[in-house]
């Protein structure tokens, strides 16, 4: 059980480690400081932190307002 959690742990860090190495390249990132966090994690949990972006304009109307001010721009 605990490789299991430490392997999700693992993975949750890569996962962020690249979001960061997006957004120092301009792109959007979902550090859990994000605006868009809890929309993310409300609506595009099961779409990798790659493609975020993409799966976040496609639930614009639903986003809140500071998440949804960062993507219609």
Do not use: F, N, W
Not at 22 to 36: L, R, V, Y
Not at 38 to 45: A, E, F, H
Request: charged share 20%; net charge positive.
């Amino acid at each position: 059980m605990s490789r299991t959690i430490s392997t999700a742990v693992v993975a949750v860090l890569i996962g962020l480690a690249a979001a960061g190495i997006a957004d120092a390249k301009g792109g959007h990132s979902m550090h859990a400081t994000s605006p868009c966090a809890p929309d993310y994690k409300r609506l595009c949990s099961k779409t990798p932190v790659s493609q975020a972006a993409s799966c976040l304009k496609k639930h614009i109307s639903e986003l809140s307002p500071a998440c949804k001010a960062k993507y219609s721009k």
